[in-house]
């Protein structure tokens, strides 16, 4: 059997899925959506979803609304909870372009942090979604943009953590509720 979840390697996803999995092989998707509109490709397998998804290219695609919409097609076989990897909301002090790049499910945070900055107004940075964590990351360097809310973990690996145009903000540390659920 499978055990499906979100990628890259280095996700919150995948450390759940390998602290769970037993005899499971783990298969990485680049994102949520993919497996969730998809179900019938994977029948029999199992997938891993946090209770905080939030699709950042369908509106209505979230935990919640999948978990009462698809009961019929995948059922939950477990629930637990783990901390995610610590969050750091990271500025980029010589940004080319006033961007936030985040992953969807982090939104709020980082509308708080706007909200206590006093960066939630016109000259506040407007918001791109990225399918994860990691992605948010690669892309917040790659376009020089302002903000990011990304894994800590893997910020200090990156040779840009020493930069110090990189300030982080804030640290954040949730936990998480997954969801197993068996796929009909």
């Given amino acids: 059997m499978k055990l499906h979840t979100l990628g890259p390697v280095g996700t ?7 602290d769970y999995k037993t005899t499971q092989t783990l298969v990485l998707h680049q994102d949520f959506e993919e497996i969730l509109t998809n179900l019938a490709h994977f029948s029999g397998d199992q997938i ?22 698809s009961w019929e097609k995948a059922t939950i076989v477990d629930t637990f909870t783990l901390p995610l990897m610590t969050l750091i909301v990271v500025e980029n002090v010589a940004y080319a372009r006033n961007v936030a790049v985040i992953h969807a499910a982090t939104e709020g945070l980082l509308a708080q942090y706007l909200r206590a900055n006093g960066l939630d107004n016109a000259w506040g940075p407007s918001v791109v979604f990225a399918p994860s964590k990691p992605v948010a990351m690669s892309d917040f360097i790659k376009a020089q943009n302002r903000f990011t809310i990304i894994s800590e973990a893997q910020f200090l690996k990156l040779p840009e953590s020493e930069d110090p145009k990189y300030q982080v903000r804030q640290r954040l540390s949730p936990q998480m509720v997954w969801v197993v659920y068996q796929i009909k």
């Fill in 48 to 69: 891993l979803v946090p209770a905080a998804f939030k699709s950042n290219r369908l509106p209505d695609l979230n935990w919640a609304n999948f978990n009462y919409l």
């Fill in 12 to 18: 919150d996803s995948e450390q759940a899925a390998n």
